[in-house]
């Protein structure tokens, strides 16, 4: 099944191979393609959520709106408005804002190696969270998000505080 394997790349983020997701993720991890989207509204509002407690890694851990990785033969940006449907029940229109490369151990001897897209859109409407994703959602302003992640940032995912900083300076570029 597609849906449960990646698309391993090399440091250009072009395709090497496909593996099964959590192969990918252990021994060390092997380098694949990921996203993370960024949903803002239309008062410059940021919808974090809070991954289910259910996760096999980082659950209940604050982050991006959603994250994820496309399946062998998938443009990224339709692989994260199949997400973001998937789950939050939203639709919105994406755009690539930057990439960037990380590697982290995490909380279960797993490895994130990610050549990780990040996405951005805008929506102001209902969502209808998946509760074997989300655990909960919440709405604030980049300013305090920032005082979070200074305050608390093991609340936050690893990939999270890599990419908000980022996020942080692509939004003041557009604003």
């Known amino acids: 099944m597609t849906e449960d394997r990646v ?12 593996m099964e997701k959590m192969e990918a993720h252990l021994r060390g991890g092997r380098l694949h393609r990921a996203f993370s989207v960024f949903v803002f509204n239309y008062d410059n509002e940021f919808l974090l959520q809070r991954r289910a407690l259910t996760k096999y890694h980082s659950g209940g851990l604050w982050t991006n709106t959603c994250c994820s990785h496309p399946r062998p033969g998938e443009e990224t940006i339709e692989a ?3 997400r973001i ?10 755009r690539e804002a930057f990439s960037f490369t990380y590697k982290a151990t995490l909380d279960n001897e797993t490895t994130e190696y990610e050549f990780d897209h990040v996405l951005i859109g805008r929506y102001d409407g209902e969502l209808h969270l998946n509760p074997e994703e989300v ?7 980049l ?3 920032r005082i979070l992640l200074n305050d608390h ?3 936050f995912t690893v990939w999270f505080r890599i990419a908000f900083e980022r996020v942080e300076k692509y939004m003041q570029n557009i604003l």
Request: charged share 35%.
């Open 7 to 18: 698309i391993l790349v090399d440091t250009s983020d072009r395709p090497v191979g496909i």
């Open 80 to 82: 994260g408005k199949r």
């Open 85 to 94: 449907m998937e789950e939050l029940g939203i639709s919105c229109k994406l």
């Open 135 to 141: 655990d909960s959602i919440k709405w604030l302003c």
């Open 143 to 145: 300013s305090e998000i």
């Open 153 to 155: 940032p093991e609340e």
